[in-house]
């Protein structure tokens, strides 16, 4: 047994003493003494040694900030998206203007003497300046149309092409060559200009507003009935930009009618009658998405007409072998406003068929 001197592994030298494991980890005096003690300030402590375990964040109840946010953003934009549906700039009343009203003038041309007239309806055409006048709405090609510095091809295309629809309806129609039908040319106009249109049919006056004959052609159905349901046609469309939220659309045509009394059998002599209309028509964007016009200048001059009778309601010509009744165009007052100058011109002779 070791004595009370030795060390507790066993006595020095002994095979197995605790010297022996450390022997090669021995530092001499001098390294002992030139080392540098320093001991961390509890600050430092606390900085360097994090704690091992962590604490769990708090349990919030409801929505997170992010959440909070997200349903906010969406909330935003649906209310935006709705509004910019509802109100769109184009369709609010300061960004478009109101439609102006139509402007229109009708001119009665009376014959110088008898109206020629035959039986013979086609004989008739040859015989007239009408001759190589194509028939319906053949006579009113659209020309050719390329884009302007604000407007796209199709939209010059489409302001064409209504004013094309409405020449055709308001000219070409049977139904409403006879005095019958409207509404297939009141739904081709801007809606600014529908109180004029309806007034103008119920309430006729002769003040260069309100005029059905400026609006459309009709024929008074207890003197006159078409003796060829194919009128003959011959013009020009031109379309130009007004500026950069509108279109400007020219028509200028002349329509030649083959007319018989109403009620008289196909035996009936036939005379020509020829209405020469110059149309302008003003679209702007809302308008070529309805597919409607602003027709804002109407100047008709149309004949065998007497210039005694009144042509604000429906035109009433003369048919073969009548003339003109004796008088001028009613008075025109310069004192009263509001009311148009009354006019009334002389077909030429050459405007008539040589039969």
Known sequence: MGGPADPPEGPEGAPGGGEDEYRSVVFDESFVRAARL???SAQERIDDHAPAVRRRPPVRRGLSRQALVLVLLIAIAFGTAIYMGVRHPSQT??????????????????????????????????????????????????????????????????ALTTAKDYI???????????????????????????DQFDQSFARPTADGRHAPTGWLVRFDPSRAELADRHVRVQGTLQAAEADASTLEVTADHTFVYALRPTGADDKAEVSLFTVRRELH???????LRLHQAQLVVSYVQA??????????????PLLAGQTAKEGGPAGTDPYATGSATALCGSLATSAQPKV
């Not at 049977?174 to 409207?182: A, R």
């Open 168 to 194: 055709v309806r308001s000219a070409l129609d049977p139904e409403v060559l006879t005095g019958g039908e409207v509404r297939a040319v009141r739904v081709l106009l801007d809606s600014d200009q529908l």
């Open 281 to 287: 028509f003003r679209f702007d964007r809302e308008d």
């Open 93 to 158: 009343p300061t960004a478009r203007e109101t439609a102006e009203p139509l402007r229109m003038t009708v001119i009665p041309l009376a014959p110088q003497g008898k109206v020629p007239g035959t039986a013979d309806t086609a004989y008739l055409y040859e015989r007239s300046p009408a001759a190589q006048f194509e028939s319906g709405s053949e006579g009113v090609p659209l020309p050719a149309s390329r884009r302007t510095e604000h407007f796209s091809d199709s939209q010059v295309v489409t």
């Open 303 to 316: 004949g065998p007409l007497s210039c005694a009778e009144d042509s604000t309601h429906h035109l009433r």
């Open 38 to 40: 320093q001991e961390f």
